[in-house]
């Protein structure tokens, strides 16, 4: 033999070698395995549907406080033009008072 082929023996045995232990995983295995991500994945899609009902509820609560804000803001608007008037006249009368 040549010296460069019994270098290559060893290289070549352990090549065979690797190739042939290799295998494939089984039917078995890869179920069980897929079914564990199943199960994760399925838990994280529970919890995102929970999250997104959660924040659907808190948009339409935000939405509906907004509302009711303008409402609010615009009644205030509508009481300061009323006091307003109101104060304009008490000053009104208080000076036709002060001039008799």
Do not use: H, Y
Not at 8 to 34: D, H, Y
Not at 50 to 69: F, N, R, V, W, Y
Not at 80 to 98: H, I, L, P, T, Y
């Amino acid at each position: 033999m040549s010296p460069s082929l019994t270098k290559m023996a060893p290289l070549a045995v352990i090549l065979i070698g690797s190739l042939g232990l290799g295998g494939c995983a089984t039917k078995g295995f890869v179920r069980e395995q897929v079914a564990t991500v199943n199960q994760r994945v399925d838990a994280l899609d529970a919890k995102l549907q929970t999250t997104d009902t959660t924040a659907q509820q808190a948009l339409a609560e935000a939405q509906s406080a907004s509302g009711q804000a303008q409402q609010n803001s615009q009644r205030l608007d509508q009481l300061n033009g009323r006091v307003d008037s109101v104060e304009q006249r008490m000053q009104e009368a208080q000076r036709k008072r002060a001039r008799n």
